[in-house]
């Protein structure tokens, strides 16, 4: 079964720095996708970025952007230039590509954005 | 983009009673839809996997005949708490998956806080 690692349960960051939340995963599949999202106090969960593992560029939405090293099962997240409204929990997750489509999620990762 | 409508936000019932979530897809066509768990300060967990017309999967551990999923339209599933007792408290979310555009996309709702008493 896969599993995903978030070893940070914290972290913080003043505003307008960057941060790097780290993420690793177990799996023997070579066709998956990974996720992270982000849970503000109001515990909606959003899509922040997704990458699929077949793809070696790494995947960048705005201020967001991953370094997917597969060899190494590892999928970093940095925030550029944090915002106040990037506090929030961050979750990492895995889908296989193939066969179930369920989500696997890590224990998430609570950032604290400093003014 | 895609919208799920989950509702109640909140929800607080008696002991020995039943509770329904319910989660709409506005603007799509849920194919599947994922009901999770989620205690204070901690990961989600996964409960069960519902396709439309089909009997739902539920997770190891997951009582079936506790929580009753039905998800009988493209639009609407539900997860009914029965006999709840006061460690069922929890938020609990729903997420879907549609066909076509949204293929890649999961969908969150907006959750539910169940506090039993």
């Known amino acids: 079964a896969q599993t995903v690692t978030q070893s940070q349960p914290e972290m913080s960051v003043q505003e307008a720095e960057t941060v790097t939340l780290s993420c690793t995963y177990d799996?023997?599949?070579?066709?998956?996708?990974l996720f992270w999202y982000k849970q503000p106090p109001s515990r909606q969960m959003i899509l922040v970025i997704r990458?699929?593992?077949?793809?070696?560029q790494n995947a960048t939405e705005n201020r967001f952007s991953v370094n997917f090293q597969k060899a190494a099962k590892s999928f970093s997240l940095k925030i550029s230039d944090s915002q106040l409204g990037d506090a929030a929990m961050y979750f990492c997750?895995?889908?296989?590509?193939?066969?179930?489509?369920?989500?696997?999620f890590g224990k998430g990762m609570k950032l604290t954005v400093n003014p | 983009g895609a919208v799920v409508s989950q509702h109640p936000s909140r929800v607080i019932c008696k002991s020995g009673t039943s509770v329904k979530i319910e989660c709409r897809s506005l603007?799509?066509?849920?194919?599947?839809m994922f009901w999770y768990r989620q205690f204070p300060k901690k990961s989600l967990m996964l409960m069960a996997t519902?396709?439309?017309?089909?009997?739902?999967?539920?997770e190891q551990g997951v009582e079936k005949d506790k929580f009753l999923i039905n998800h009988a339209s493209l639009t609407l599933s539900t997860l009914t708490v029965t006999s709840a007792h006061p460690e069922d408290s929890s938020f609990y979310i729903c997420?879907?998956?549609?066909?076509?555009?949204?293929?890649?996309?999961?969908?969150f709702g907006s959750g539910t806080r169940l506090t039993v008493v």
């Open positions: 997420s879907a998956r549609g066909a076509g555009r949204f293929n890649y996309g999961y969908t």
């Open positions: 519902s396709n439309e017309g089909s009997k739902a999967t539920y």
């Open positions: 603007d799509f066509q849920a194919t599947t």
């Open positions: 997750a895995y889908r296989s590509m193939g066969g179930s489509e369920k989500l696997v």
């Open positions: 990458q699929e593992a077949y793809k070696q």
């Open positions: 799996t023997s599949e070579s066709d998956y996708y």
